[in-house]
């Protein structure tokens, strides 16, 4: 393979964004991401499900009206026998008919507050499906947030291989230059087209992993939005105002998996509450108005009929339960105690993956100027191996050892920025605040 036909393959299969360029931001993917995340709808609809039920009627508090109505027909032999003398009565078609419309008013008086638990509770339920839909965006955004940098890597590595490939290329045209004047070495030649080769398959596989990254993230966001031409832009910058003392009071505050166990505790308390009311007696009352009538074709009464109001008051009590209140109750302080040592681990937790993510960050930060020293270094030995290797002073292999330092530097110091960014980002996840 001649260094025109290297060429042709590098065109032919280099990757569209080397010539239309779609630059991306991460703030719009986020955007995006929260606009069209199935996991975030699915969690915003199972909020509004929540909604629906945190009322005063579901609570309890609201009294019952219904309407109903019914009638009874029957016909059949019947025969009556009376005391006293009275000649029995037999009648071989005896038709009955009862009929009745009435419009109940149903209320609990006194239920022990079981609709004041209640509506709390449901209030409390609410407020954790509404965390829970704010951590699946905080989730979501991480993983933009990792995916994108794991696409603009990706895209540095193609550029470091491309910068590679043209050092490569062009010295195997100074080397067949040289061939055609009987000059050089065909054993430097034949090196310099293998890895000519090795660079055209590295960009290749570089390319198929950069459309692998660009799909993860079209699947995060939900949407087909970005196209493989895409170039991440990153902002490396970093937020040196970040210490372990704020990030640690934040997280106490505002942490969502500490919100929502603080949540499960109350709400496991308001469990016991509900249990508790079951020793108190309950209250309730029904008030009737209606028509009820009858018709009998037999009997001392042919017809009756009566409109009105009626009016019932009930009181209920379990005096012995089989011991179930008692078990409720236990089970109840059990569950509170459970949500509480839970809390605290995830207190102690989180402590403890602040402490392990500061200290990565600060070793982020500080090998950053090293790897940026590396870079010069190698830089400046590079250009001067490749001096003396074009006028004979250096070998290939000196060559290429000294490109490969170089390009291993370059590698160094973006994954160092990039590390050192991506650490910030866990560091606000941790603190709880990586929405805002």
């Avoid at 940098?149 to 470091?160: C, K, N, S």
């Avoid at 009929?305 to 109750?329: C, E, F, H, Q, W």
């Avoid at 590390?419 to 866990?426: F, H, I, M, R, T």
Wanted: charged share 20%.
């Amino acid at each position: 393979m001649t260094f025109k036909s290297i060429f042709s393959f590098f065109v032919l299969f280099s990757p569209l964004y080397l010539f239309s360029q779609q630059n991306i931001q991460l703030d719009k993917v986020i955007q995006t991401s929260v606009q069209n995340n199935f996991n975030i709808k699915i969690a915003k609809n199972n909020t509004e499900i929540t909604a629906v039920n945190a009322t005063v009627g579901n609570a309890g508090f609201l009294p019952v009206l219904d309407f109903s109505a019914g009638y009874n027909y029957s016909n059949s032999i019947s025969k009556t026998t009376f005391y006293g003398g009275f000649p029995d009565q037999l009648n071989s078609s005896a038709a009955s008919q009862t009929y009745n419309a009435l419009l109940n008013f149903k209320y609990t008086i006194f239920d022990g507050l079981k609709p004041v638990y209640r509506l709390k509770q449901s209030k409390v339920d609410l407020a954790i499906s509404n965390t829970q839909y704010q951590q699946e965006i905080e989730s979501t955004i991480y993983k933009v947030i990792q995916a994108y940098y794991t696409l603009a890597g990706l895209q540095e590595d193609y550029r470091i291989a491309t910068q590679k490939f043209n050092f490569t290329k062009e010295q195997l045209k100074r080397i067949e230059t040289k061939r055609k004047y009987g000059q050089g070495s065909e054993v430097e030649r034949l090196n310099l087209l293998t890895t000519c080769n090795a660079d055209s398959t590295q960009l290749l596989r570089i390319k198929l992993s950069i459309r692998q990254a660009i799909r993860q993230i079209n699947k995060i966001i939900g949407t087909e939005d970005i196209d493989e031409d895409a170039i991440a832009e990153v902002d490396t910058e970093l937020d040196l105002s970040l210490n372990y003392e704020n990030v640690l009071e934040s997280a106490l505050k505002n942490n969502l998996s500490l919100i929502q166990a603080n949540q499960n505790i109350e709400r496991s308390n308001l469990d016991l509450k509900i249990t508790r009311t079951e020793l108190f007696p309950k209250i309730n009352t029904t008030i009737s108005y209606g028509y009820t009538g009858a018709q009998n074709d037999v009997g001392i009464m042919k017809s009756s009929d009566a409109v009105g109001p009626s009016i019932n008051l009930g009181l209920s009590y379990t005096i012995y339960g089989a011991g179930a209140m008692k078990r409720a109750i236990k089970q109840n302080k059990l569950t509170i105690l459970g949500a509480e040592l839970n809390l605290n681990m995830l207190r102690y937790d989180i402590e403890q993956s602040i402490k392990d993510a500061f200290i990565n960050h600060e070793n982020n930060i500080a090998l950053i100027p090293l790897e940026i020293s590396n870079v010069n270094i190698s830089k400046d030995n590079f250009e001067r191996i490749t001096s003396a290797y074009k006028l004979g002073q250096a070998t290939y292999l000196d060559y290429q050892q000294a490109q490969f330092n170089y390009i291993q530097a370059q590698k160094q110091v973006i994954s160092a920025k990039y590390n050192a960014k991506l650490s910030e980002w866990e560091l606000r996840l941790l603190a709880g605040t990586i929405a805002r």
